[in-house]
């Protein structure tokens, strides 16, 4: 496996990543990339990458705001600095553990938000480790027991300087007592932000840098999903009403904060699948980018999005157990959420391969339907291409990505995995 850290891949990528028009896939030019090499493998086209980065970049710099990276989407030290080397418009990443924003402060990235709350000892004395080495590391808050808890973490440790946190703020829909989003905090009324905002008072060694409220109800819900036609009618219905929710909401707490005379760092919020709409509002400074950079198949199921699939993976052929039907080794990457037809892999070339539904995809092997016009024609050892309903979570079954420039690959670069890492 390659040992390139994420700053040797960014000098030495070909120039024209950054700038050439991304190729046309085709089964043949994927297939010649990936001759002689083992598989399973995944492929990370670089063209179609730094297009999706620069996408998204020139909308936020339009709009005045930054990009904040998370990290939980990619997962591969590499190319979350390709994003930040993009400019200044990308300004921190949005980590999902403590233990993860340790290991990439220690990889040399710094301004580390951690999207999910902690109280665990252990994690806040390895927080302060990192902060004494330099780095901006801070921790998520939605409740005053949090606050109690880290505050007297904090003390325990030592640590000198203010613990920074940021407080999300649920803005979930609830029409008639329902309710359409995630279940995350607690805090979702501007009453509710100012008694929380009121005990912060009590811990001096607490230093609030930000807020964050993330529409998940907006941004994780695809409302053009093939799977689902009835249902895409419902989803666009809630987001035209919902959407104006969230923007009254975040406009109410922003005037809270203003009202309190509070300066913070930055207002956090939007993502991949609802990213346009937050460059709007001016209370928010940022807004959070991850899957949209990959493009897995689950992200095309958005109306307007205009971002090209950037990865891919692909499975040797290992049996071909009659005329229509091929084996492939492994395959079961199945995504997290509701267990639907849009959370499996998605075969693309050859295309016109199916999955085989009394077995669906495997974890030692996947069999599939073969087209009419393919019979005969696929050999054993054939690499299968598929795309992943997600964009992290494959980085999991995987050491290392194939990058690849000008129908090529160029380096291969460790995931998380590949650098003995595993973040809960």
Not at 63 to 75: D, P, Y
Not at 226 to 245: E, G, I, K, Q, W
Request: charged share 20%; glycine share 8%.
């Amino acid at each position: 496996m390659s040992q390139l850290t994420s700053r040797t891949l960014q000098h030495e990528a070909p120039t024209s990543a950054r700038c050439s028009t991304p190729e046309p896939w085709s089964y043949e030019l994927l297939k010649h990339a990936t001759q002689d090499r083992t598989l399973p493998l995944v492929l990370v086209d670089l063209e179609r990458f730094d297009r999706n980065c620069r996408d998204f970049i020139q909308k936020a710099e339009s709009a005045g705001k930054h990009i904040r990276i998370a990290s939980k989407s990619i997962r591969v030290p590499a190319l979350i600095q390709r994003v930040l080397d993009h400019g200044p418009a990308v300004s921190g990443v949005m980590c999902y553990s403590v233990a993860e924003a340790a290991f990439l402060a220690e990889s040399g990235f710094d301004d580390l938000l951690i999207a999910y709350p902690t109280t665990q000892q252990a994690e806040i004395a390895l927080v302060k480790q990192t902060v004494q080495a330099g780095k901006s590391i801070t921790l998520m808050v939605d409740c005053p027991e949090h606050l109690a808890k880290l505050s007297e973490a904090w003390r325990f440790t030592g640590g000198r300087s203010p613990l920074r946190i940021c407080i999300e703020i649920d803005v979930s829909w609830r029409p008639c007592g329902r309710h359409f989003g995630s279940q995350r905090s607690p805090i979702r009324s501007v009453l509710d932000l100012e008694r929380v905002l009121d005990c912060l008072g009590n811990f001096t060694n607490l230093q609030m840098v930000g807020v964050m409220a993330y529409e998940a109800h907006l941004s994780g819900v695809p409302d053009a999903n093939p799977f689902t036609p009835v249902r895409n009618l419902a989803v666009r219905t809630m987001r035209h009403f919902a959407s104006r929710d969230v923007a009254k909401k975040r406009r109410q707490i922003h005037e809270c904060l203003r009202s309190q005379q509070l300066q913070l760092e930055f207002f956090n919020g939007g993502g991949t699948g609802w990213f346009e709409p937050p460059l709007a509002e001016s209370c928010l400074t940022e807004v959070t980018v991850g899957s949209g950079l990959l493009q897995p198949h689950l992200f095309d199921y958005y109306r307007g999005q205009t971002r090209l699939p950037a990865f891919c993976f692909a499975l040797p052929v290992t049996r071909i157990s009659q005329n229509d039907r091929i084996t492939c080794q492994g395959g079961g990457f199945i995504a997290s959420g509701p267990p639907n037809p849009d959370r499996t892999p998605q075969p693309i070339f050859p295309v016109g391969l199916k999955v085989e539904p009394q077995e669906g995809y495997g974890e030692v092997q996947t069999p599939l339907i073969v087209p009419r016009n393919r019979r005969g024609r696929i050999e054993l050892g054939d690499p299968i291409f598929f795309r992943p309903a997600k964009a992290g979570e494959i980085a999991e079954r995987f050491t290392e990505y194939c990058l690849l420039s000008q129908d090529r690959i160029v380096h291969q670069v460790p995931t998380y995995r590949g650098m003995n890492q595993c973040f809960h």
